[in-house]
């Protein structure tokens, strides 16, 4: 009876430093015979070096290699993406309190500058003025009955575009930051892969 051997490489797999990574941590293999999956689920395929700082990339000829070195007699085939990206978790700083504290006082002044300066671009006092002189025909500097729930709005508005309340989820679909963080990430590891994947690149040099 022919073995065959199907193989998926993850799209991403954390490890810490000085790892060895086996097949199975970065791939899911499925077969007719399961004594040998776990076999080859414990091949190991590389070791982490200092050298490779935080990422490192595994193609998936390396696995099929491994596989084939380890029994001819099967017969592998690959599904899904072609390399894997290793990513090297290193330990994390402690967390500052002072850092944290500059860093929301400086996000907090920004935000609000960029606020105030959009609404004295687009004259919004001297609308709410109209706006509240057309509806009660009065003429006042500080129309707060229009400002307050304007201001109120714009922060509601703001919770419901970005679809968190601080780690609270509104409901399941995503918000447009977090679209727009998938696909600069799916960029990123594109990028990555055609760079730091040693296999895919070949130099010939003229003598």
Known sequence: MEKNVFVKLRHRVQVKPNATVSIGDISQLIGNDRHTIERLKEIPLYRIQPSDKNIVILDVMRV????????????????????????????????????????????????GMAIMNFHEDVSMQQVHQRLYTMITGEKIDKPLLLQIPYSLGLGIGMILFFNHVFRKRINEEPSPLEVEMFNYQQSLDQYVILHENKESMRRIADD
Do not use: C, M, N
Not at 68 to 81: F, R
Not at 87 to 101: A, D, N, T
């Open 64 to 111: 099929v290699d491994a596989i084939v070195h380890t029994d001819a007699s099967l017969e592998v085939q690959t599904i899904g993406p072609a390399q894997t990206i290793i990513e090297v978790i290193y330990k994390k700083r402690k967390f500052s309190l002072v850092y944290f504290l500059l860093v929301w006082l400086l996000l907090f002044i920004g935000s």
